[in-house]
């Protein structure tokens, strides 16, 4: 059973025109985290979101939003996609347990073309 | 600054044969965390392997082993008699120990393309 689960699988959206994905996890994970892989190259971690608070990493453009309405799901917002934001998105979570750093559960992705 | 670095861009193999992945990083802390991550071509990230910087001890799980060496901080992954499902990206990742929600950070990925 799919336990981090991102909709749509595929999305396609226009030049400047807003865009939302979806990831839920029914694991209870207390961590959400965005990724973007563009083709052929490592995941670039986005944000995260540490229970409700919120963690942007410093070269995240601000065109990127997020919102994690409840522990189970979160959003990532783009507001004016352009050409360069075609990307997989990669939504995770881990269970953050006093330090020790639990694996992150990946989904199964979000595919975005911009036409 | 924590850098992975996966040399091997790709790599093919004929199935049945042994194949290792190398994964070398860099970190200034004395307590971190590696991963494997594997990618098929449907796209999710399957988690693989955690190791936490204190335990060197090998690990096999099946066909799968991993040799970590903080000598040389490597952290390789081997692949034993090797099948077409085993084609995919696998990432090496490294991430901090001092707290539970610490990002990851990726290598680029060796692409393994195993032929029948």
């Known amino acids: 059973d799919a336990m981090v689960i991102q909709n749509p699988r595929y999305q396609v959206t226009q030049f400047g025109k807003p865009v939302t994905l979806s990831c839920s996890q029914t694991?209870?994970?207390?961590?959400m985290y965005w990724y973007q892989q563009k083709s052929s190259q490592a995941p670039k971690l986005l944000f995260h979101?540490?229970?409700?608070?919120?963690?942007n990493e410093a070269d995240t453009p601000d065109n990127f939003q997020s919102r994690r309405p409840n522990t189970s799901f979160c959003f990532l917002d783009i507001r004016s996609p352009g050409l360069g934001d075609a990307a997989m998105y990669l939504c995770?979570?881990?269970?953050?347990?006093?330090?020790?750093?639990?694996?992150?559960?990946f989904g199964d992705g979000t595919r975005l073309s911009i036409l | 600054a924590q850098k992975v670095t996966q040399a091997q861009t790709e790599i093919s193999v004929v199935e049945k044969e042994d194949v290792t992945l190398d994964c070398v990083y860099e970190?200034?802390?004395?307590?971190?965390?590696l991963f494997w991550y594997k990618q098929p071509p449907s796209g999710e990230l399957v988690f693989l392997i955690r190791?936490?910087?204190?335990?060197?001890q090998n690990e096999i799980s099946g066909r799968y082993s991993w040799n970590f060496q903080k000598s040389t901080s490597s952290f390789n992954f081997t692949i034993t008699a090797s099948q077409v499902v085993d084609s995919a990206v696998y990432f090496c990742?490294?991430?901090?120990?001092?707290?539970?929600?610490?990002?990851?950070?990726f290598g680029k990925g060796t692409r393994l393309s195993v032929i029948a």
């Open positions: 995770a979570t881990s269970r953050e347990t006093g330090g020790a750093n639990q694996p992150q559960h």
């Open positions: 979101y540490y229970d409700k608070d919120f963690n």
């Open positions: 694991l209870n994970h207390n961590v």
């Open positions: 190791r936490n910087s204190f335990d060197e």
């Open positions: 990742a490294l991430s901090e120990a001092l707290s539970g929600n610490t990002p990851l950070v």
């Open positions: 970190t200034r802390d004395t307590t971190y965390y």
